[in-house]
């Protein structure tokens, strides 16, 4: 079994930052993509950000220049650091990860449970 497993959500003011984790664990063999998505209220899921193996990354227009998505191979763990948020940015978060349970089996797309992000004043 897999679990991802997020924190660092919360209440913030606009102009603010905070700083989301999320830490893979279980029968692992191998993490590939890492990255982030979000949904508000009434909104479709739409991807945040993503992060290669070799650490290449991808950002939403709405998002690039704020926010950094990073990961530690070594943890399993993917973070998205927000900075200058915006009410608009109030979301649930998840995070996902792309990998393999053993050398033979295929690569699925695992996520987490979601951690709320709420920017107001």
């Known amino acids: 079994q897999v679990q991802l497993v997020e924190s660092g959500g919360g209440l913030v003011q606009p102009g603010g930052s905070l700083r989301l984790s999320c830490a893979a664990s279980g029968s692992i063999f191998q993490i590939y993509g890492m990255g982030w998505h979000r949904q508000a209220p009434g909104k479709q899921r739409e991807l945040v950000a993503t992060i290669s193996t070799a650490g290449s990354t991808n950002y939403a227009d709405s998002v690039k220049g704020r926010f950094t998505i990073s990961r530690d191979n070594v943890k399993n763990t993917v973070y998205l650091q927000m900075n200058s948020l915006k009410p608009e940015d109030t979301a649930a978060y998840y995070c996902?990860?792309?990998?393999?349970?053993?050398?033979?089996?295929?690569?699925?797309?695992?996520w987490g449970q979601g951690t709320q992000v709420t920017v107001s004043s």
């Open positions: 996902n990860a792309n990998l393999r349970t053993d050398s033979y089996a295929t690569i699925r797309k695992y």
